[in-house]
């Protein structure tokens, strides 16, 4: 069975609904996650694209991320579209696991060349703003800089990587061709701006459909997956179903999912996100009761 694919908005790319999200193979512990060996991400990379994955999400600052996908995937640029971030540097803040951003266009453009030389490839088919403010991104002129690029070939199509409370008055730009949204049963605040995007013509691109996974089995945190048992969801699983594995269903019947990138370094974690990746989306019915439950224990959309 082969995996669904969705028209990534006015990009016309179609890609795969199920992603992969590249920041598991950064290589050590930066933005909080395993550590990954070089075997490991050759090994996950030639996986995913091996399985029919076409979108993988990447940054400049997830550490060796980009580099991995250069080494191992540069022969086979043409079987994947990729999306990275700007605004990143390798500049760590202090003792924490976060990288500060820079908005100047010399930090950009070191970024999209630094991205490319990585990656090998000579353009990236998708370049997003990485979280700024919008005041900031007005102030700095991150469109008109994104739009030079590509003119100049080396991107393909703009996007923003964005949140509440800026990612609306991004929305209603209505300059980008992509959005990154945070979005899953258990943080359903973007709910609705999904789709007020997606009507705009935007592509959506999902982050954290699974929540990082159900704690134990997944790093995911207990404080936001109490709210699976406050619902009762367990009662919708159908026999043998995973948490989890609901969880990504929800993501994915979400009508303006066209891609959730889901990271692992886990060959068989893969192989199971296929799985319910190719089940598709919940029974409309199903869907349906699992949002009434959520309202009910106050995770609904703004």
């Given at each position: 069975?082969?995996?669904?694919?969705?028209?990534?908005?006015?990009?016309?790319?179609?890609v795969?609904?199920?992603?992969?999200?590249?920041?598991?193979v950064?290589?050590?512990?930066?933005?909080?996650?395993?550590?990954?060996?070089?075997?490991?991400?050759?090994?996950?990379?030639?996986?995913?694209?091996?399985?029919?994955?076409?979108?993988?999400?990447?940054?400049?600052?997830?550490g060796?991320?980009?580099m991995?996908?250069?080494?191992?995937?540069?022969?086979?640029?043409?079987?994947?579209?990729?999306?990275?971030?700007?605004?990143?540097?390798?500049?760590?803040?202090?003792?924490?696991?976060?990288?500060?951003?820079?908005w100047?266009?010399?930090?950009?453009?070191?970024?999209?060349?630094?991205?490319?030389?990585?990656?090998?490839?000579?353009?990236?088919?998708?370049?997003?703003?990485?979280?700024?403010?919008?005041?900031?991104?007005?102030?700095?002129?991150l469109?008109?800089?994104?739009?030079?690029?590509?003119?100049?070939?080396?991107?393909?199509?703009?996007?923003?990587?964005?949140?509440?409370?800026?990612?609306?008055?991004?929305?209603?730009?209505?300059?980008?061709?992509?959005?990154?949204?945070?979005?899953?049963?258990?943080?359903?605040?973007?709910?609705?701006?999904?789709?007020?995007?997606?009507?705009?013509?935007?592509?959506?691109?999902?982050?954290?459909?699974?929540?990082?996974?159900?704690?134990?089995?997944?790093?995911?945190?207990?404080?936001?997956?109490?709210?699976?048992?406050?619902?009762?969801?367990?009662?919708?699983?159908?026999?043998g179903?995973t948490?989890?594995?609901?969880?990504?269903?929800?993501?994915?019947?979400?009508?303006?999912?066209?891609?959730?990138?889901?990271g692992?370094?886990?060959?068989?974690?893969?192989?199971?996100?296929?799985?319910?990746?190719?089940?598709?989306?919940?029974?409309?019915?199903?869907?349906?009761?699992?949002?009434?439950?959520?309202?009910?224990?106050?995770?609904?959309?703004?």
């Amino acid at each position: 069975m082969s995996l669904i694919k969705k028209t990534l908005g006015r990009t016309g790319l179609e890609v795969t609904q199920l992603g992969f999200g590249a920041m598991e193979v950064r290589g050590n512990r930066i933005w909080g996650g395993r550590p990954c060996t070089d075997e490991q991400a050759e090994t996950i990379l030639d996986a995913v694209v091996d399985a029919g994955i076409n979108f993988i999400d990447t940054a400049n600052d997830y550490g060796k991320s980009e580099m991995y996908i250069g080494q191992y995937l540069a022969k086979r640029r043409d079987e994947f579209y990729v999306a990275t971030k700007c605004g990143c540097t390798m500049q760590y803040a202090g003792d924490h696991d976060e990288t500060p951003h820079y908005w100047t266009r010399e930090n950009i453009m070191r970024n999209i060349a630094d991205s490319l030389m990585k990656m090998r490839t000579e353009y990236v088919d998708i370049l997003q703003l990485h979280n700024p403010d919008a005041e900031t991104a007005e102030k700095s002129g991150l469109v008109d800089l994104l739009k030079e690029l590509q003119s100049a070939g080396v991107v393909h199509h703009i996007g923003c990587s964005s949140t509440s409370p800026h990612l609306a008055k991004y929305i209603d730009w209505g300059v980008f061709d992509v959005f990154q949204i945070p979005y899953s049963a258990l943080e359903r605040q973007h709910e609705n701006l999904i789709t007020k995007a997606a009507d705009g013509g935007a592509g959506i691109i999902i982050r954290g459909g699974v929540a990082r996974g159900e704690p134990g089995a997944g790093l995911g945190g207990e404080d936001r997956w109490t709210k699976f048992e406050k619902a009762k969801l367990d009662e919708l699983l159908e026999e043998g179903e995973t948490r989890t594995g609901f969880l990504l269903r929800f993501t994915l019947s979400h009508p303006h999912c066209h891609t959730t990138i889901v990271g692992t370094v886990n060959p068989d974690h893969l192989k199971e996100n296929l799985a319910i990746a190719q089940k598709g989306a919940l029974p409309a019915d199903i869907y349906a009761e699992a949002k009434k439950r959520l309202d009910a224990v106050g995770e609904s959309p703004e």
